[in-house]
């Protein structure tokens, strides 16, 4: 449901353009790794992700579940609470594994939270959480990445900012850019931190590709 809503919802309110690497586009079972950016962005991921025929299940932040309704439909759909810093968080990847082996797709975002800046300013992802590492290596799945650029211009800011750019969203439309690469392997014998560096050069390349497209400018450290 949540992915057919994003489907119908984004083109009024952005103009979405997705590509992928040759052959990129996610098969059942993979591990889908975005960088996050944005309130806005998981939106627009999940309706990139259903124009090529992916419907995942997300790993969120618990306190979406205590929203009503939408915790309810969260629930009912199979997603995936992540309560941070709490005993609780490992049975998010428990919840994940068995998704991913009943043959779902498994959205995630290793960095975390979102990141504190100001602007509509591109900037590449940061530094990995090491869940995305600890659920490859457990699934044995394929992680997918998948950059998105734009969704800061979609909502950002404070809170009167962020209300102000939504609310002008479907006469501005800004233009939102999703690309998907190259799929890979975080192996077992992978040292943590080395597989979390590849991943994250992985999504870095993918979100470059997008930024690119985008055509605005990025923060120092795009490169």
């Known amino acids: 449901m949540l992915s057919r809503i994003a489907g119908a919802v984004v083109p009024v309110f952005c103009r979405l353009n997705v590509t992928t690497?040759?052959?990129?586009?996610?098969?059942?079972?993979?591990i889908i790794i975005a960088n996050h950016t944005s309130l806005s962005d998981p939106v627009a991921v999940l309706a990139a992700l259903r124009r090529l025929g992916t419907e995942p299940v997300v790993l969120a932040a618990a306190g979406l579940w205590r929203v009503p309704v939408l915790g309810r439909a969260l629930t009912r759909e199979g997603h995936i609470p992540v309560h941070r810093h709490d005993?609780?968080?490992?049975?998010?990847?428990?919840?994940?594994?068995?998704?991913?082996a009943a043959g779902r797709s498994v959205l995630l975002y290793p960095e975390g939270g979102l990141p504190h800046r100001r602007g509509v300013r591109e900037a590449p992802p940061r530094p990995f959480h090491p869940g995305v590492f600890r659920l490859a290596r457990a699934s044995g799945a394929q992680v997918?990445?998948?950059?998105?650029?734009?969704?800061?211009?979609?909502?950002?800011?404070?809170?009167?900012?962020?209300?102000?750019?939504?609310?002008?969203?479907?006469?501005?439309?800004p233009r939102l850019y999703v690309h998907v690469g190259a799929p890979l392997r975080l192996d077992g014998e992978q040292e943590q931190t080395r597989a979390l560096c590849l991943a994250r050069s992985a999504l870095t390349r993918a979100w470059l590709t997008a930024a690119g497209r985008l055509g605005t400018p990025t923060l120092p450290g795009a490169s």
């Open 144 to 173: 997918v990445p998948l950059g998105q650029a734009g969704a800061r211009a979609l909502a950002s800011g404070g809170s009167v900012e962020q209300v102000a750019r939504v609310l002008t969203a479907p006469l501005r439309r």
């Open 21 to 30: 690497d040759a052959g990129a586009a996610p098969s059942a079972g993979s």
């Open 87 to 100: 005993p609780r968080a490992a049975q998010a990847l428990q919840s994940a594994r068995a998704a991913l």
